[in-house]
Structure formats: C-alpha cells, structure tokens
C-alpha cells in the first residue's frame, strides 16, 4: 500500500472507485480512514470521530481487537481457503456450525454461510421457495416483507427491501414480493381507536400481514420476511405483542417466518437475538454483520429443525442446489469464533442490554427540543426522529435535509454516524462506556442546537 497524502487519496478515490450509493457529489470530500481503537476512528488527516454506527451497525466488539487479526492470520498460514461445497469441509465451519446451534434460537441447528447480509437474504427466499415445492406446493413461492423494511439490495433482496429510493434505477424489479405497512409505533399508534378485530395497535398492525395473505392467497405465499427491529428504515422497535401475533398468523396460513437478524444479531438489542424480546422463534434466520463484527466479511442463513430434514430427505435431482464459492470460508469462520469468543468473555450481550439501557435514558432527555418527535430503540441501537410538530406527528418538508444537517453538525464535533430522512441513528460498538455514550448523546444535543439554532 502506497504513501498518501489527503489530497492524492482522494484525488485517487475520485478517479478509481464507485462506492454503495454512489454519486459524484458524495465523493468529492470523502472522510479516509486510518485507524479505529475501541469506539473511536481516525481519518487521514489526524482527527478522531466516535463511531456512532459501529461500522455499519456491524463492529459489535469495538475496532483494533488483536485477537480477531491474529485468529485471521493463524488461519490464513495454515488454510487460508477451500471449498466447501458438499462432499468438502473445513473445521472453522464446522466448529462454527456447532457454535451458532448453542446461542441461537433452540430449534435452529443447521446453518448455510455466505459472505453478507444480502446473500444471506437470498439464500432465505431461495430456501423457502425449496421447501414449499420439495413438500409438493410449487405455487407457494410469494414473499411478504414490510415497508422500511432493508434486507439488501441484490435483485431478489432489494424486491424485498421496503426503502424505495433503492428501486427506480434498477426496475423491473423480481416478481412476487409484496410489502405492508411498518408497525411502526411513532406513526402507527397515534391516534388509533380500538376494534373488537383489532385491539391494539400491534396486533391492528400484524393483522395487516393477514390481510396481505388473504388478498394473495395463502397457497400462494412461501414467507414473510422481517427485521425484529427494522434498522436502516428509522430504527422503529414494535409494539410488544406485535411478533407474537404475526408468529400466529404465519402458523395459521404455513407461512415461514423469516428474521432477519443481520443487524440485530449478535447482542446489538441486549440479546443474542432480537426475537428472544418477544419469546417467539423464526422458521428462517438470516445474519452477518457481528458475526464477525465485520472484520471480515461473513454472513448466513440458520433453518429449523423441520426445514432441515425436506433439504436432508429430498431425491438427488431434487436437491438444494444453492451455492457460494466463499460459503463456509474457513479464514471468515475462524475470525467469528474469535470474535464470539470476545463476546463471551467479557460478556458484551449482558453490557449491551446495560450500556443500552443507559443509551436510551439519555437520549429521551433531547425530546425537550421541540423539533424532537422522539428518541426510541432497544439495547445499543437507537434513533432520534426530527419532525415539524410533534403532538401532530407532522414530517418536515424532505427537501429540508435536517437530518443530514444534524449528521453534518455531528461530525464537526466528533460524531460520525448516519442519518435517513429526518432520523439520526446511534448504534454504537458494544464495548462503548457510558461515558463514551454521555459524549455523544452530548454532542447529538449541541448539533440539534445548531441546526434550529
């Protein structure tokens, strides 16, 4: 890697590389950046930023843990990579396969690796396409996910994703994806009046899916996918009887639940798993992110028990023919040992659940600001919603961009985070301090100050 100065990085990003999302007026000044300790990253020039965002909502143990670099390189001496399509193993795998069965949800123990979060999500849609027609019902091949809803952006998880600034330039998009409303509460529960059929907003929300089964036909759809938490859609936690209800219904109609854990795995709610709030498990999990915490690329699928026996008991010519090249890369596995090891031994889903706590008691003291519809989340994930007035639930005008101002004002002050639409998003890795939190939920209040200064 050659010597950089700021400028010839970037005069070197301008001219080589398209990055997620990608225009040119994004790049022009991007932040290059060098190093990352604990909950704290440092760009080219010298200047240090908390990670508000973990990452990508993804480096669960905090940046430079040396146990995670040294279990990558002790792999990669003495097998970096091999195969691990059927009739070929690693023991990474292996040892990670057992692993996942002891902290996921009981009755998932067979689990399929891929290199993310998106892949993850289509080996999900594939899966319960298969098993509807290895069980003789072809036509079950519909899914069902939630507007704000993100669960990737590859062609079938982008049909899948609720987000729809994603769609536009990428149209057609893959048919047979359906999307209902979010349950979200902000929104969804003001205002709401009682039925006998509805009774509380979330059930009148998961009733919704219901609905949606109803009007496509039960016979007719393979599963509903959804986060427990929906993350990069406003962070929006749902009301609590609200996945138990949507458990019923996906029992009632044979539909699979489909969870996906990517970003909520791996401790970021104060659990394992999100699921694990509402005492109720998935038929399909998807993960990645804090697997590894994202020093290495990694991600999955785990199915049930039921699942697994259709894949083990179907005819050879009927077989799950799905496929990565770097599924079950023995380097990604041995990282996420590593990294689950970390997590144990200093018990950061117990932290999590404390440092989280302590997270959202701090940020609800910024709903004094007027501008401030609410600040919401669960363990170390959080959101502040901005809108124009809070007792209507009246959104800004978007072309405002307050909540990339506020992101801006931030990161003038140390804060590096994101923003979608008017919600700033705080998810910051698992090891952060409470001081470390009282900081940036500090700098969040100076930078709201500013923008309606």
Request: charged share 20%; hydrophobic share 40%.
């Amino acid at each position: 890697m050659r010597e950089h100065t700021p400028q010839s990085a970037v005069a070197s990003d301008i001219k080589h590389l398209i990055h997620s999302q990608h225009h040119p007026s994004a790049t022009q000044s991007p932040k290059i950046w060098v190093k990352g300790r604990g909950s704290v990253i440092t760009d080219i020039e010298g200047k240090e930023y908390f990670d508000g965002l973990a990452g990508l909502w993804n480096v669960n143990v905090g940046h430079g843990r040396v146990e995670l670099a040294r279990a990558a390189a002790t792999q990669m001496e003495t097998l970096a990579y091999q195969s691990s399509y059927a009739g070929s193993s690693n023991l990474p795998a292996i040892d990670l396969g057992e692993r996942l069965a002891h902290i996921t949800y009981p009755s998932i123990n067979h689990f399929f690796f891929t290199s993310g979060g998106g892949e993850s999500t289509e080996s999900a849609i594939k899966t319960a396409r298969f098993y509807w027609k290895a069980l003789g019902k072809p036509n079950k091949w519909k899914i069902i996910s939630r507007e704000l809803g993100y669960h990737g952006v590859t062609l079938a998880a982008m049909s899948a994703t609720g987000i729809d600034t994603y769609w536009p330039m990428f149209e057609p998009r893959t048919p047979g994806f359906f999307h209902i409303p979010s349950p979200y509460p902000f929104h969804f529960n003001h205002g709401f009046k009682p039925t006998p059929g509805n009774p509380t907003p979330g059930i009148a929300a998961a009733n919704l899916l219901e609905q949606a089964i109803l009007r496509e036909g039960a016979d007719n759809i393979a599963g509903f996918i959804a986060e427990p938490v929906q993350g990069a859609g406003g962070v929006i936690v749902p009301q609590d009887d609200y996945f138990k209800r949507i458990r019923e219904i996906c029992d009632k109609y044979q539909v699979l639940l489909i969870a996906d854990e990517v970003i909520t795995g791996f401790g970021r709610t104060g659990r394992w798993f999100a699921l694990e709030h509402w005492q109720i498990e998935p038929d399909i999990m998807d993960f990645a992110k804090g697997v590894t915490s994202g020093y290495i690329p990694l991600g999955g699928i785990g199915v049930n028990d039921k699942i697994a026996e259709v894949i083990n008991s179907a005819e050879f010519s009927k077989r799950w023919m799905h496929a990565f090249t770097y599924s079950g890369h023995p380097t990604c596995c041995a990282v996420a040992l590593a990294n689950l090891d970390y997590m144990e031994r200093n018990d950061l889903v117990s932290r999590a659940a404390e440092t989280g706590a302590h997270l959202q008691k701090q940020l609800k003291q910024l709903e004094r600001h007027p501008q401030v519809g609410e600040s919401r989340g669960i363990g170390m994930m959080a959101a502040v919603e901005l809108c124009e007035d809070r007792a209507s639930r009246k959104r800004f005008d978007p072309a405002k961009g307050y909540g990339d101002k506020v992101r801006g004002e931030a990161a003038k002050r140390g804060l590096w985070s994101r923003a979608f639409k008017d919600n700033f998003y705080l998810s910051p890795p698992l090891t952060t301090t409470r001081e470390e939190v009282d900081r940036m939920v500090e700098i969040l209040d100076q930078s709201i100050k500013a923008v309606f200064a």
